[in-house]
């Protein structure tokens, strides 16, 4: 079975400019979540999806939006960036149900905003 | 809030010694589930093992196994018989919300470094 993927793997922006990372789960995982992970704040949670919906958000500006489409594939849209947005972006997927099933994580994006 | 704190940065250890991991947790919830997650240089994070709450028996993968003190809100991380591949960050977690999403709140870290 393919594991998680990420697209792409590197980015680089400028200030103000817009991104938009994608995360293809595992085949037959309907929950996808997003971390932002950075050397001074660590991994924090952005936000889950499932079935197409968001089923939790962390404690991110508005700035951070996400979306899952009906194959469970699901993207996580940056506006207007800011230099602070600098981190790797990882995403999970776990089987339906909840956490007490494993969370596979995909290899993450790489974001530099110059 | 949850939280999740790790107390140690940086850990080293000698090929084929014994080394513990350590990390406290703070929840309000009756109901949870604890990991220890590795990242490799990678970057790719890597369940290491789990700890459902309600079980008594602490959790064991081969060379890892947990300590795990419910009344005391620790859950330590001991690697036996260490190889050079263990070498990682190694992230202690744990899921929010009761179980009922997939948010998972990790600790800040602890760099393993194995020795030859």
């Known amino acids: 079975k393919a594991g998680v993927t990420q697209t792409p793997r590197y980015l680089i922006k400028t200030r103000g400019q817009q991104v938009t990372l994608s995360c293809s789960p595992i085949?037959?995982?309907?929950?996808v979540s997003w971390y932002q992970q950075t050397p001074g704040q660590g991994l924090q949670f952005l936000f889950e999806?499932?079935?197409?919906?968001?089923?939790n958000k962390g404690n991110f500006p508005g700035r951070f939006s996400g979306r899952q489409f009906s194959n469970s594939r699901s993207e996580m849209n940056v506006s207007t960036l800011e230099l602070g947005d600098s981190a790797l972006y990882l995403c999970?997927?776990?089987?339906?149900?909840?956490?007490?099933?494993?969370?596979?994580f995909g290899p993450g994006t790489r974001l530099t905003v110059l | 809030a949850q939280t999740v704190t790790q107390s140690q940065p940086e850990m080293s250890v000698q090929e084929a010694e014994t080394v513990t991991l350590s990390c406290t947790y703070d929840t309000s919830e009756s109901d949870y589930y604890l990991f220890w997650y590795k990242q490799p240089p990678s970057r790719q994070m890597i369940l290491v093992i789990r700890?459902?709450?309600?079980?008594?028996q602490n959790a064991t993968e081969n060379r890892f196994s947990v300590n795990f003190q419910k009344a005391a809100k620790s859950f330590s991380l001991k690697i036996s018989d260490s190889q050079l591949g263990d070498a990682a960050m190694y992230f202690c977690a744990s899921l929010g919300d009761g179980g009922a999403t997939n948010k998972l709140i990790f600790g800040t870290g602890t760099l393993l470094a194995v020795q030859p």
């Open positions: 085949s037959g995982h309907r929950s």
């Open positions: 700890q459902e709450a309600y079980k008594q």
């Open positions: 999806y499932f079935s197409e919906t968001q089923r």
């Open positions: 999970a997927s776990s089987p339906p149900g909840t956490g007490r099933d494993e969370q596979f």
